[in-house]
C-alpha cells in the first residue's frame, strides 16, 4: 500500500476519518461556543453530575471528567448503562444524556429513570428518539449536526458539555485554553495533509 498515493485514501478510508481528524478543531470551536448560546435547564444548586453516554458519545464526557476533575466543585460520573445508581435522584442530580444518534438503548432507558427520579434534565444530541423525548417532555434539548461517526464527533460532545460545566459555574471558564488548543489543532491537522509524504 503506497501512501502516497491520494487514491489510496478512497479506497482505505471509506468513512473519510482524515477528514473527520481535520475537522476536529472546527467541531470544538463551533461546539464550545454554541453552548454559551443555547438554554440551560431550570437553575437548581448541583451537587452531582452523571453523563450517560455509551461508545463514542462518552468519550466527550470521559475527557471532560478527566480536564474537570481537578477544579469541578461536585463529583461526575460517566454512566454506560441501563440502571442509574440509587443516589442518582432529586433535582440537585444534574443527569446530562449524551447520545450522538438519540437512539442508544441504554441512554434512553437512564433519561427515563432519570425523569421519573425528579433529576435536572439536560439531553444532547443529533436528535432521533432522545430529541422527541425531550420535547415530550419539555426539557432541556441541546442539538447539533454532525453525520459521521460518534467517535468522530468528540469534539461536539465534550466541547458542548465543556460550556455547559463552565456556564453553570462547575468549572472556570476555560475560554482562553480552549482558543489555544483550537489554534494548535489546527497547526498540527496541517501535519495530516494527504499531500505530505
Request: charged share 20%; hydrophobic share 40%; net charge negative.
Amino acid at each position: 500500500m503506497n501512501l502516497d498515493r491520494l487514491e489510496t485514501y478512497a479506497q482505505v478510508d471509506r468513512q473519510d476519518m482524515h477528514g473527520e481528524i481535520v475537522r476536529l478543531p472546527d467541531q470544538l470551536e463551533e461546539a464550545y461556543e454554541s453552548g454559551w448560546t443555547l438554554p440551560l435547564p431550570a437553575s437548581v444548586k448541583t451537587e452531582r453530575v452523571v453523563i450517560a453516554g455509551m461508545g463514542g458519545s462518552a468519550i466527550g464526557a470521559d475527557l471532560l471528567k478527566g480536564l474537570a476533575e481537578q477544579d469541578c466543585k461536585v463529583p461526575v460520573v460517566t454512566h454506560r448503562d441501563y440502571f442509574l445508581p440509587a443516589w442518582v435522584r432529586g433535582a440537585e442530580t444534574l443527569f446530562i444524556a449524551s447520545s450522538h444518534s438519540g437512539n442508544t438503548e441504554e441512554t434512553l432507558f437512564a433519561y427515563e429513570q432519570a425523569l421519573e427520579r425528579g433529576c435536572t434534565v439536560l439531553a444532547i444530541s443529533t436528535g432521533g428518539e432522545l430529541g422527541v423525548r425531550a420535547q415530550r417532555d419539555k426539557l432541556t434539548h441541546w442539538s447539533f449536526s454532525h453525520e459521521g461517526q460518534p467517535r468522530a464527533g468528540v469534539g461536539y460532545s465534550f466541547g458542548l458539555l465543556l460550556a455547559a460545566f463552565a456556564r453553570l459555574g462547575l468549572i472556570p471558564d476555560p475560554g482562553e485554553e480552549i482558543e489555544q488548543t483550537v489554534a494548535i489543532l489546527r497547526e498540527q491537522a496541517q501535519q495530516f495533509e494527504m499531500n505530505i509524504p
